[in-house]
C-alpha cells in the first residue's frame, strides 16, 4: 500500500516495501518500472519517498543493485530526497544518479536513518556519493519548501551532529 501525504508543495510517499513502484513479470520475479504510465506519474512526482532498503549504503547491507531501476523512476521524474532505514547508522549522500554518478542539477540525495534505538551496524565498506557517516542513536529532522530543503541530525539534547541544505530542481 502507497500512501501519500501532502506538506505545502511536497508529497511524502511512504512505502512499505519499494517493490511496490514496480510491476512483476509473469513468473513473478522479473520487474521492470512503469516508466510510461499514469501510474508512475501519479506515484512519483517532485518531492521525498521514504522505503525501508536503501539504494547504497556503508553499512552491512551494502549496494541493493535491484533498486536501480526505482531510482532511474525516482531521477527521472524529479524526486529530492529518499530517506530509508535498515542499516541502523545515519549516512549522507551526495545527489546522484541510478548509476551512482554525481549529479548536483538532477540527482535523488539518499539518507540512512535507521538510528532509532536498536544497536548500531558498523561500517563496513565506502559507498559511492557518501559523504557522512555517523554511528549514533539520534533522529534525522528535514524542513522542506518548494525551493529548498534542510536537514538536522540532532541528538536528544538538540546538538546538531550534521546539517545542510540542498536545492530543489
Not at 561500517?123 to 525551493?147: F, G, H, Y
Request: hydrophobic share 35%; with cysteine; glycine share 10%.
Amino acid at each position: 500500500q502507497i500512501r501519500l501525504r501532502s506538506h505545502g508543495h511536497w508529497l511524502l510517499n511512504g512505502m512499505a516495501e519499494p517493490m511496490e513502484l514496480f510491476e512483476a513479470g509473469d513468473d513473478g520475479t522479473v520487474f521492470r518500472s512503469p516508466r510510461d504510465t499514469e501510474k508512475a506519474h501519479r506515484v512519483i512526482r517532485q518531492g521525498d519517498l521514504l522505503v525501508h532498503h536503501p539504494f547504497d549504503s556503508s553499512g552491512t547491507s551494502g549496494a541493493n543493485p535491484w533498486l536501480r531501476d526505482m531510482w532511474s523512476l525516482l531521477h527521472d521524474n524529479g524526486a529530492e530526497v529518499v530517506i530509508s532505514g535498515h542499516d541502523h547508522l545515519y549516512e549522507r549522500f551526495a545527489p546522484q544518479d541510478a548509476n551512482q554518478r554525481p549529479d548536483a542539477a538532477r540527482g535523488v540525495r539518499l539518507f540512512i536513518a535507521g538510528t532509532g534505538g536498536a544497536p548500531l551496524y558498523p561500517r563496513s565498506r565506502s559507498a559511492a556519493n557518501s559523504e557522512l557517516v555517523i554511528q549514533d542513536n539520534s533522529a534525522l529532522r528535514l524542513n522542506m519548501d518548494p525551493t529548498a530543503y534542510e536537514w538536522e541530525f540532532v541528538e536528544d539534547n538538540g546538538s546538531a551532529l550534521d546539517r545542510g541544505m540542498g536545492a530543489c530542481h
